[in-house]
């Protein structure tokens, strides 16, 4: 799916299937009442696309999704542990900066 990233750009995020599934299972769970349930439902299914995986284990990036994304001759694929994001490098490369979830606190 598209994922929009502030201001370093958006990236194509990929879930496998079961953690499509699990997201999924997780947005109809939520109440009808609640606003986010219908966006989010939106969201997902107007920014996603399911692609196949080739014999050499390669994925064909939709040329829409690609473009929306930035990225043209070269991309950067970024592992999250249980999915995976696809980077325009130079964009990744700015959303690599030093944020506050990594600085260390100070010693006292």
């Known amino acids: 799916m598209l ?9 194509l995020r990929v879930l496998p299937p ?24 939106r969201f997902i299914g107007s920014e996603s696309v399911q692609v196949s995986v080739d014999k050499a284990g390669r994925i064909c990036l939709p040329e829409g999704m690609a473009r929306a994304a930035g ?10 542990l ?6 325009n490098p130079q964009s990744y490369e700015k959303s690599r ?12």
């Open 71 to 80: 990225i043209k001759d070269e991309a950067m694929l970024v592992g999250l």
């Open 18 to 41: 079961a953690e499509m599934a699990k997201m999924v299972k997780a947005i109809d769970a939520m109440s009808n009442g609640d606003p986010n349930k219908v966006v989010l439902k």
């Open 3 to 11: 994922w929009p990233k502030a201001k370093e750009g958006p990236c």
């Open 97 to 108: 900066l030093p944020t506050p979830c990594w600085r260390t606190k100070p010693s006292n």
């Open 82 to 87: 249980d999915r995976f994001e696809i980077w």
